[in-house]
């Protein structure tokens, strides 16, 4: 039996707004975009590196205020290229975690968050 990877899928009310923080400060990219109609919700695809998200604006889609752990392998990198950017939103710090990894929780304009972790556990 296996299981594939997961994608997950988080709640977004303002199409500018997702952009400039997931393109814009944290440098994902945005893969595809779908709307049914002109004038109706948008859904998209952001990636960067293996992470892959989708955000949308249909509700039902997903609960404002989720959280999920993403991975990384250069969490000081990541966070002082956060840092350089001088997003007036986010100034993002490293905290060292009990059970061992160092995280960073960055909140979106939506209420999600997004913990960033470098995963070394003792």
């Known amino acids: 039996m296996s299981f ?10 303002d199409e500018a707004k997702a952009i400039e923080f997931y393109v814009g400060f944290l440098g994902f990219t945005i893969d595809w975009q779908h709307r049914f109609e002109e004038g109706f919700p948008l859904y998209l695809q952001v990636s960067r ?4 998200l989708h955000l949308s604006e249909h509700h039902g889609d997903a609960t ?3 959280a999920l752990r993403i991975e ?7 966070q002082q290229q956060l840092i350089a950017k001088a997003y007036k939103f986010a100034r993002p710090g490293i905290q060292a975690m009990p059970w061992g990894s160092q995280d960073m929780t960055v909140t ?8 960033f972790t470098n995963a070394i556990c003792v």
């Open 108 to 115: 979106d304009p939506f209420g999600n968050r997004l913990v």
């Open 72 to 78: 990384t392998d250069e969490l000081e990198a990541f």
């Open 49 to 52: 590196g293996d992470c892959v």
């Open 64 to 66: 404002p205020g989720s």
């Open 4 to 13: 594939g990877k997961t994608t997950p899928i988080l709640r977004i009310f």
